[in-house]
Structures are given as C-alpha cells and as structure tokens.
DNA sequence: CGGGCCTTTGACTGGTTTCAACTTCTGTGG
DNA sequence: CCACAGAAGTTGAAACCAGTCAAAGGCCCG
C-alpha cells in the first residue's frame, strides 16, 4: 500500500517513485496529540498541512469568547489559513488536532521550491484548490439556502462519520448554531436516519 | 495597454506576446446586454469566463421563488459553477450580466487543452484558484463572525465600488438577509461613510 | 470514583423575516 | 422628450427562528 500523499498526487498528476521520494524531502512529519494546537490564532502562518491519519479543524475566537469551528480536515486533506499561507502573515485561524494525529507540514518556501524543481506538481496543487474553491461555492450555497435545521440533516446524512469523530459543540459551530440547538435538532429527529451518499468535499 | 487577460496571467505566470495571442485563440470572445443569461440553473456548464468589462453574478433560485445571489465579478475577475465545470454536469447556480458586458469564455476542453499546450498556465490557474479559495476561506469566517448589519458595513468599507454598481436586492441577497432589512440598515447610518480600505478578494 | 467538560432542557429575548402598502426610480415606446 | 408601467426601494406591524442565559444531567478520563 503506497503513502497517502502519493496515492492522493497520483489522481490529478504523474510522478514517478523516485520524485515522490524527493517530494517527501520538502515535507516534515508531526505527530500531535488530541487539542495540541498547529498554529495559533495571530501567529505567523508558516506550514500547509496534509492530514495523514486523524482529524484537526481550523478555528477563530468571537469576540463573545465563543470558537467558532469552519472547516475540519480528515485524511488526504490538506488545511490552513489559506489567505495568511499565500502572504506569510498572520493568521485569523488556529488549527488544532480534534484526535491524535499524524499531518505533513511543508513551509511556504520549501512549498514555492518543490514546485520549481517539480513542475507537475502545479497541476496537482491546481486541481486541490480548484476542488477546495468548488467545495466552498457549494457550501456558501447551502448556507443561503438551507435551515439551520436542514443544514444539519444534509450534513448527517453526506459526512455521518464526522458524526462520530467531531464533539457537537465543534459540529454546531460549524454548521453554524449554538449546540443548544443541535440539541433541540436532534431531539426532533429521533431515529429517523438516513442512508449515506454521494458527495463533493474538498480534495477528495 | 496591453489585453486584461495578459496582464492578469502576467501577474503570476512569464509568457510571451507571442504565447498570449495563441492562449487567447482558446477563448471566445461575448458581448451581452444588462440582464442578459450567460448560463442557466440546471444547464450544463461548459463555459468559464474572464470578466474584460462589465459585472456578472452567480445566482440561484430558492424554493421560495426568490433569487439568491452568491458572487459577483467585475472586471478581471473569472466566474463559473466551479463543480459543474469542474465534472461537466448540470449547473445549480445561473449567470448573468449585471452591466453591459464584454467577457472571455473557454469550454472545459479548450482549457484542457490550453493547460497541455501551455504548463505555465498550470501555474497560472493555480494562483487563481488559490486566492479564490483563500477569500471564500474568509468570507466563510465574516458570515460566521459578523451580524447581518456589520455585513453590510464591511461591505460597504471594502468594497464602495460594488455599491454603485450592483442593484440593492441583490447586494442584500449576496450578503445574507432581505432587501428589506438593508433598507433599515441603511437608514440607521445615513451620513456616516466610511474611506475605502485594502482588501482581498478573489484573484485581482 | 471524582471533577470537569460536554450535552440537554426550558424560559425568555431579540434580530431578522414576512407581508402588504406606498413611494421612487428607470427604461421604453409613442 | 415626455408619459407611463413595471421594477426597485422604503416603511411599519406582526410573527418567528434561533440565541442567550442558567441550571441540571451525563459521561469520559485521569
């Protein structure tokens, strides 16, 4: 079974063995455990991650000191503060692990070099934004369009692992309400589970 | 002065005058009318476009009957149904001018071929891709962190030019609530304008 | 087995929507 | 170039979705 980020590469760009060896070189290993935090709200944004195993999310503080959770990343996912990534400034976000887990982290500068001495990998990291950028025109659409309510439901039923692996509170706050909420949506809809289904998210 | 298009790739790709007048043979050029559709909800989205004058939007029709308005594009700014042109299926969102507009429109097959015929290009969309994906990061972040009416005054702060532009409805849409309850909102800050400020937004 | 964090419950509150009527703007044809 | 019709914007009243606050219950992990 090859690496994930091998696995992942290979659908959207040709590399060979050898190259993806050298790839790898650009890259360190972490391994973090469950609320250790990747980057901290304000601090300079050096690294973009690739999620090996486990589960992080990318967060913000309201100024009522709530958290607010928009985006998690799960295996062959990659996450950061985009914006703060792209001009090596501050970040808006943290990044935290929800579970023990293994990411690859590459610098911004080591990021710009493999893709000089690697040109394909342009390709690879065109498709992951193009994905990432399609994913969020959908859910920006859902937003406008859906209940807090039927935000809920058409997310149980296209991501229900994340059912399992998120706390509510963290899921509420990305769906976009307070866990009381959830609470009473839940509530509500006792039972009534739906079968799992196709869908579009991130890279994927 | 040199085509929009040109100078917008040359921001983060090299190519030659020679390269950019074959690149720009990939691309049909449109004129279209104030209120005119570009694209249909539920129509197979074949086209991506490059705003060179004029202002479109991206749109959709709720259950409710009311259009809501997601994105806007003005000059050198590329729109489309990111998923559908990405898998060449059905559109869920329409297009259409706001303004009078001239505007560059590639099929998915043409990019791909443009793409393979010029590499550099890879680079090109890259940066596009990720700076729209990195403003949607945060725009995901204000509709989470701000109330309805510090929407609009962001906006407003942001982005003064799109006030003059784009009709109320769908500014209020756009940004989340009622043409309505912009009015309120308008009314309560009658006289307090604020000076226009830098900000990201999409790939200008 | 205990403490703290997460989740649930219920009462109250308020920002925002909805609806309907009215006014103002805009563009098109005579 | 004016008139008028339809579109866009405003106003105010009533209703409601969802938030806030507070307190109790459950559960996980040390």
Redesign the interface.
């Known amino acids: 079974m090859s690496h994930p980020l091998n696995q992942h590469i290979k659908k959207f760009a040709n590399i060979t063995e050898a190259e993806f060896v050298e790839i790898l070189t650009f890259f360190e290993v972490l391994s973090v455990n469950k609320k250790e935090i990747l980057l901290e709200e304000g601090q300079y944004c050096r690294k973009h991650f690739f999620v090996l195993k486990g589960c992080l999310r990318l967060f ?1 503080m ?1 100024d009522t000191g709530v958290e ?1 959770t ?2 998690f990343a799960i295996e062959s996912w990659w996450i950061t ?3 703060a990534f ?1 001009e090596q400034k501050n970040s ?2 943290a990044i935290q692990a929800i579970e023990k887990s293994e990411v690859l982290a590459i610098s911004y500068e080591a990021q710009e070099k493999m ?1 000089n001495r690697f ?1 394909q990998m ?2 690879y ?2 498709k992951v ?13 859902y ?3 859906y209940s807090r309510e039927e935000m809920y439901l058409y997310f149980a039923k296209v991501q229900p692992a994340f059912l399992q692996r998120v706390p509510q509170y963290m899921l509420a ?1 990305y769906l ?1 309400f307070t866990p009381e909420y959830l609470s009473e949506i839940k509530k509500k809809h006792l039972g009534k589970q739906q079968k799992p289904h196709r869908h ?1 998210e991130q890279q994927s």
């Open positions: 913000f309201k607010q928009t985006q503060d985009n914006l792209l808006s976000f893709l040109p342009e390709r990291f065109r934004y193009e994905k990432s950028f399609a994913a969020s025109q959908l859910r920006i659409k937003i406008n369009d706050s976009g579009i």
